[in-house]
């Protein structure tokens, strides 16, 4: 009778083969979750694209109570929209204003002005100089724009400033 000595396992090379393709696979994975286009990056940007929807939201809702506050004021184009109180129609948000940064169009239904959004994360925010110790990230631009529309534009961008009225 043969004696058969027959052992089973991996040999040194498939040992090898296997280590290598597991650290490319670990290369691969960690480039993509922490380089600039990968998951990190998209989680970020997701959050800040939701942020400018929701505060584009509220800027458009908020239009009516424009067009109310300027009739209830006469209907004067020279009219400043002043102590609005932007506050109460961005809840979760901090609003910084700049003086005289409102005024009407001269068929009363267009506005031209602008204001900076913050997320209400505990930030003291007095002013607008303050907003210079705030990530760009998480400062937004509503600008209201003659023709009507509203832009929200991720960090600071120009607020018009208006003249005194007469």
């Known amino acids: 009778m043969k004696n058969r000595n027959t052992q089973s396992g991996i040999t040194l090379i498939a040992l090898v083969v296997t280590i290598v ?6 290369g691969i994975t960690i480039a993509f979750v922490l380089s600039d286009g990968g998951i990190f990056q998209a989680a970020k940007d997701a959050k800040v694209e ?3 929807a929701t505060i584009m939201d509220y800027a458009i809702q908020m ?3 424009l067009t109310t506050k300027y009739y209830a004021l006469g209907g004067n184009t020279n009219v400043y929209l002043t102590n609005l109180d932007l506050q109460k129609f961005f809840p979760g948000f901090k609003v910084i204003e700049k003086e ?3 005024t009407v169009g001269t068929d009363g239904k267009v506005f031209r002005g ?10 003291e925010i007095s002013s607008f100089e303050d907003l210079s110790t705030i990530d760009g990230d998480k400062i937004f ?3 209201f724009e003659e023709n009507g529309q509203v832009r929200v534009e991720k960090g600071i961008q120009d607020v018009p400033m208006m003249p005194e009225p007469k």
């Open 63 to 65: 239009a009516p109570t």
């Open 100 to 102: 005289h940064a409102w």
């Open 50 to 52: 939701q942020m400018r």
């Open 21 to 26: 393709v597991l650290l490319i696979l670990a």
């Open 141 to 143: 631009t509503v600008n």
């Open 114 to 123: 602008g204001f900076y959004v913050v997320p209400d994360e505990g930030y």
